[in-house]
């Protein structure tokens, strides 16, 4: 018997027939003799829509109300699902944030958990009642206000929920079939990887690769959370129910670097595209000129990535080169006019037709010689390299976004990950 948290996103539970469907994954596990919580999210497109009304209704509005409808998506499918469960024989009961409950900090529309009493819903397990959760939502105690997770926060209300009940496993159910060394659509040869490391798993959420959020991926890692990726589009009787002699066998998990035998340099290709990238020109070399333009870009809440600065070649002016999301890019602007006295540049460009394109593996650790072939098959194909930031387990470069597809496929073949 395991304690089994299972998550289904938008696509898995898009109308009533996907929801009966998951439903028979979840009896699969009960008639296996497992305990199980389910997180749901909201059908596919309700989140966007429900956005939309907020936005429509006025652009500049209150967070916690912000939240108080767009938190409404997750309540439906967790009703619906319990209410098909329910159908089917099995005891089961829908909990929204506040019941758990799932609290949070205030960032409303960013929201942090801070705690699950994992105690009741485990109780509940242990009777042999499916508890239904809704993703994405908590509760702000202090004001007793319902909150969100942000974009994709149902991996991380499942991630945190399996933590809180000591689960032994968090599977989250998905439209793919696991984690590939790249996206398929880029490179129909891109392999699914059988198991990933939790730090391999983080760079590849943040540097592009959609399947979980990287807030979730941190979670797991920090807790040491064993987490599966797989696909909920397999037929529900054709699956195995989940067993400790199995959790290596479906779909993909994440684990500890140690549980993975199998020694690869690279493990996967990640790319961006919701890029920007913005150049300061003339600006003085002197100290506290590279404070002055980050610091009020903090301040601002905008995430500086990648950083170059050229050398001067008099000693007095050089220019400075970084990127921001695509999506930050006219705040960052902004920013950046308001402090042109303290900074005193000259001018500033900026493009939006830039990507990210990543080479992450645990590997590189201990092999060098990893961005020599990287740089040099890009050269090959005539791509230019505009900016470049490594870590122990990665290299990132920046390129002309039109060039995007064509290094993903070369730097994918360049090391071996394309399947025979
Ligand atoms: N429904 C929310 C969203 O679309 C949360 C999630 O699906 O993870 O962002
Ligand atoms: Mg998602």
Not at 50 to 71: Q, W
Not at 105 to 118: L, M, Y
């Amino acid at each position: 018997m395991s304690v089994v948290v299972m998550k289904f996103g938008g696509t898995s539970v898009a109308n009533v027939e996907r929801i009966r469907n998951v439903a028979k994954h979840v009896k699969r596990e009960i008639d296996a003799g497992n305990k199980v919580a389910v997180v749901v999210s909201a059908m596919s497109g309700v989140t966007n829509q429900l956005v939309g009304y907020v936005r429509e209704a006025s652009l500049l509005h209150d967070a916690r109300e912000y939240d108080a409808i767009v938190a409404t998506g997750e309540q439906v499918t967790a009703g619906l699902l319990a209410i098909v469960l329910q159908s089917m024989g099995l005891k089961a009961r829908s909990w929204q944030g506040w019941q758990i409950p799932i609290i949070t900090d205030d960032a409303h529309g960013v929201a942090r958990i801070k705690d699950i009493p994992g105690e009741k819903i485990r109780q509940r397990l242990e009777e042999g009642e499916v508890a239904v959760i809704t993703g994405f939502q908590g509760v702000e105690p202090t004001r007793n206000r319902v909150s969100t997770l942000g974009r994709g926060g149902s991996d991380t209300s499942a991630v945190a929920l399996a933590i809180a009940v000591k689960a032994d496993l968090c599977d989250i159910y998905t439209d793919v079939d696991g984690v590939y060394t790249t996206d398929p659509r880029i490179v129909p040869k891109a392999q699914r990887l059988q198991k990933i490391s939790y730090e391999e798993m983080l760079e590849m959420a943040s540097l592009g690769s959609k399947v979980m959020q990287t807030r979730s991926v941190e979670l797991a890692m920090v807790h040491k959370m064993r987490t599966r990726v797989l696909s909920s589009f397999v037929a529900p009787d054709a699956m195995p129910a989940a067993s400790p002699d199995n959790w290596d066998k479906l779909g993909t998990i994440i684990c500890s670097e140690d549980e993975i035998v199998e020694q690869r340099v690279v493990s996967g290709i990640a790319y961006a595209k919701d890029e920007a990238k913005v150049t300061l020109l003339q600006i003085e070399d002197k100290p506290g000129v590279a404070a002055s333009i980050f610091g009020p870009l903090a301040d601002a809440n905008i995430n500086v990535d990648m950083i170059v600065q050229n050398l001067s070649s008099d000693g007095k002016r050089t220019d400075m080169t970084f990127t921001v999301q695509g999506s930050d890019l006219p705040k960052a602007l902004d920013v950046l006019k308001g402090a042109h006295k303290t900074i005193g540049y000259f001018d500033v460009t900026s493009s939006t037709e830039v990507a990210k394109v990543s080479v992450i593996g645990v590997g590189m650790r201990s092999h060098a010689g990893v961005a020599a072939q990287m740089f040099k098959a890009l050269a090959e194909k005539g791509i230019n390299i505009l900016a470049i930031t490594t870590s122990e387990i990665k290299i990132s470069v920046l390129i002309d976004a039109a060039y995007a597809e064509l290094a993903v496929r070369t730097l994918h073949s360049l090391f071996g990950l394309a399947k025979d």
